[in-house]
């Protein structure tokens, strides 16, 4: 059988003692790392995969019951982190990417010694003392429109996330979006929306770093700073940018982050 | 979901498909496992089922937490040999959902089978975690433990009645369904004679609400609907053995003018004691078709007239009467319209077509009722006449003759006039129809050799 890696389109690059792990977002696979790729490449064994549902025939590897939480596909990126041999490894994740990463590093402390966070949310729903940034209301109306014309939908929608009126990377971003299965993507929005990791993310023991973007609809500033507040060894980067995908708009803005974050890790490595 | 159930608010919307249907309670199961947990002195218990795919679906936990279904670790659970008491945690990757739910590493992990058809990968996993608070071991305490491996058995017959309960529930959804949803009124009578369902369609008909009615609630509506049938007697006749014979089948058409209803009513499994059904089929639309059909079999269609089956058919009627009832001998009259085809050459068949209908109109306002005009082909007509003296039917033939002549028919290629000449006998004795057309259709040709326009007649007497 094939290995969990190959199924979900695992593939290994990169020079470097010490490997990074890259967790994409809803919507996006592993291309959506394409402009950090270089710098990651010159410095570290760079591991890339599709979460399940994603990329390429991603319904392949998609079960709607054991990825009907984070866990699943928490699950599925420990079974890579196995396979690869990725013991200490520096996990960047973006958006629910990283969410899955905290999953993991909560479940098993031993295979990510840090964790670096791009506009990642433990929980998207507006609550008493928690600002989300969603009401339920306006989460439901996106379902809605997800089941009703899904790629009606992705024309609204992605031009949002995105957040700067770039058409190459709305284009790219759709590319990515159409490859799931609708009834997939829908089910993977309603658990992402959904979750709420508020009391799994205290339970980190590495490190973390946190990128959020100044301006980003998917993730108020204010979730960045509640995070920050809540874990133990936590640093917040509020970067200069707009949309929640700031990665591939502006890659030059998070290396730059990364200069400063990860430089010391890999020259000590 | 949150991961822990009791310590983050709750989130309106399920995330996942449930694996636990509503309305099944887990009130056994959760004490089953409660009890095991105490028992066997574990910091967390996880009951699951899984099946060949090895995705272990969250049936209970004690304490009372939420987990994910999640994959891999089942299997890996039954392969283990558990003889020897609990196992390392370190030995199995323990999935993320169960390990964010610990609060504490886990450390040790004892897994009791419990393999039933359909989810041989099922069990109930008691987890020990890290750094425990010191317990008492007295000899009770580990007694009670080493006895709960005797609960396995439990368990798998908890999940065998649960998966035998969802099966029926299944079944019975599927099946109410199909009884909503089929376009037939169907009743269904339970074998105890009791009580008996009724769907929607049946609802409509009877005028009352669907679902489960007493027996005599429902033979009332049938009843109610019977007699407002046309065909009531036929009907109560034809159902009367019902009461004695509990396997009888029966299928008639309940007629209700505007509606026609096929019923058919069969013993359930064809036996009686099992219960009975009936199928109530609207045919009203059929019974439409069928009688279009049997019109359009029946008559010309050019003219509306009877065709020369129906008029055969119903000339051999006419004769069979008049031997029964010894009434006037039935009259035959051949008609022909006089030059027909040279009507049709300078006026084209368009106009040749218009003046049949027309004269076929003006014959049948001469006529009564029962008397049956035909159009045998082409310009041939007939009529038979019944109930009528010799003199009589002379002056029914003449006032045909002259109506078809009494004004030219008008048509699109212009005003045509038209004369008919017209064979008259009587039917002697038993005489058959053929015989008394054939002798018809001889003063029919006498007519035309004559001059045409007039009527020839074979009678049994003499006409002064």
């Known amino acids: 059988m094939a290995t969990k890696f190959d199924r979900l389109h695992g593939r290994i690059s990169g020079r470097g003692k010490t490997t990074v792990v890259l967790g994409h977002g809803f919507g996006c696979d592993q291309t959506a790392w394409a402009g950090l790729l270089p710098w990651f490449e010159s410095r570290f064994r760079v591991v890339m995969f599709d979460f399940a549902g994603c990329g390429p025939d991603g319904e392949a590897n998609y079960d709607p019951l054991r990825h009907g939480s984070l866990f699943g596909h928490a699950d599925d990126l420990l079974e890579i982190l196995d396979e690869v041999g990725a013991e200490n490894c520096i996990y960047v994740g973006h958006s629910v990417g990283s969410m899955i990463g905290v999953a993991a590093s909560v479940a098993n402390h031993r295979t990510i010694s840090k964790i670096v966070m791009i506009a990642g949310s433990p929980c998207y729903l507006n609550h008493e003392d928690y600002q989300g940034g969603f009401e339920q209301a306006e989460l439901n109306g996106l379902y809605d429109g997800m089941a009703t014309n899904f790629q009606a939908w992705a024309a609204g929608f992605v031009p949002l996330v995105v957040g700067v009126p770039d058409h190459e990377v709305v284009d790219e971003f759709c590319r990515m979006l159409f490859q799931m299965r609708p009834d997939i993507a829908l089910a993977m929005a309603r658990m992402i929306f959904q979750s709420d990791m508020r009391v799994v993310l205290p339970r980190l023991e590495c490190p973390v770093h946190l990128l959020q973007p100044l301006k980003d609809m998917a993730v108020p500033v204010a979730v960045a700073n509640w995070m920050k507040s809540r874990i133990g060894d936590a640093t917040l980067d509020v970067i200069p940018t707009e949309g929640h995908v700031p990665h591939i708009t502006a890659p030059a803005a998070i290396i730059d982050v990364l200069e400063r974050r990860l430089t010391p890790l890999f020259e000590a490595a | ?464």
């Not at chain 2, 004892?110 to 990968?121: C, D, G, I, N, S």
């Not at chain 2, 425990?132 to 017959?157: H, I, K, N, T, W």
């Open chain 2, 1 to 464: 979901m949150p991961p822990l159930a009791a310590a983050s608010p709750q989130t309106p919307i399920p995330q996942t498909p449930q694996a636990e249907p509503a309305g099944i309670s887990n009130d056994g199961l959760d004490a089953l496992v409660n009890f095991a947990r105490r028992a066997a002195g574990a910091d967390v218990l996880l009951a699951f089922e899984a099946g060949d795919d090895g995705l272990a679906k969250p049936l209970s936990a004690s304490p009372k937490i939420d987990f994910m279904p999640f994959g891999k670790l089942a299997p890996m659970l039954h392969a283990a040999d558990w003889s020897q008491g609990p196992l390392a945690a370190e030995m199995f990757n323990l999935p993320s959902t169960i390990q964010v739910l610990l609060d504490r590493p886990a450390r040790e992990l004892w897994f009791l089978p419990a393999p039933v058809p359909e989810a041989r990968f099922s069990g109930m996993l008691f987890i020990w975690l890290s750094n425990p608070p010191p317990v008492c071991e007295c000899s009770f305490r580990l007694g009670m433990r080493d006895q709960v491996g005797m609960l396995a058995p439990v368990f798998s017959q908890m999940l065998i009645d649960r998966g035998t309960i969802l099966r029926k529930r299944q079944a019975m959804q599927r099946f109410q369904d199909l009884f909503g949803s089929v376009p037939n009124g169907v009743v269904i009578i339970e074998g105890h004679g009791q009580s008996g369902l009724i769907n929607a369609q049946m609802a409509m008909l009877f005028a009352m609400s669907a679902g489960e009615k007493t027996v005599s609630e429902i033979a009332e509506a049938m009843r109610a609907l019977r007699e407002r049938c046309i065909n009531a007697e036929f009907l109560t006749e034809l159902y009367r053995p019902l009461q004695r014979a509990l396997d009888l089948e029966l299928r008639a058409v309940w007629d209700l003018g505007h509606l026609k209803l096929e019923v058919e009513t069969h013993p359930i499994l064809g036996n009686g004691r099992n219960g009975r059904i009936w199928l109530f089929h609207d045919v009203t639309a059929q019974h439409i078709v069928d009688e279009n059909l049997r019109k359009l079999a029946a008559t010309d269609a050019l003219t509306g007239l009877w065709n020369r089956r129906q008029f055969f058919a119903a000339g051999e009627a006419l004769l069979a009467e008049q031997d029964a009832s010894g009434s006037e001998p039935v009259a035959a009259l051949m008609l022909d319209i006089d030059y027909f085809k040279a009507i049709n050459d300078r006026y084209g068949h368009q106009a040749g077509d218009e003046v049949l209908r027309e004269i076929s109109a003006r014959l049948k306002s001469m006529l009564r009722h029962q008397d049956q005009l035909s159009r045998l082909g082409g310009e041939e007509f007939a009529v038979l006449l019944s109930g009528l003296s010799a003199p009589g039917v002379v002056e029914i033939a003449e006032r045909l003759r002259q109506a078809a002549a009494s004004a030219p028919v008008s048509t699109a290629d212009g005003d045509i006039e038209v004369r008919i000449s017209i064979g008259v006998t009587q039917r002697r004795g038993d005489e058959s129809l053929v015989m008394l057309l054939q002798r018809a259709d001889k003063a029919l040709y006498a007519a035309k050799a004559g001059g045409r326009n007039r009527v020839i007649c074979d009678l049994l007497a003499d006409l002064v």
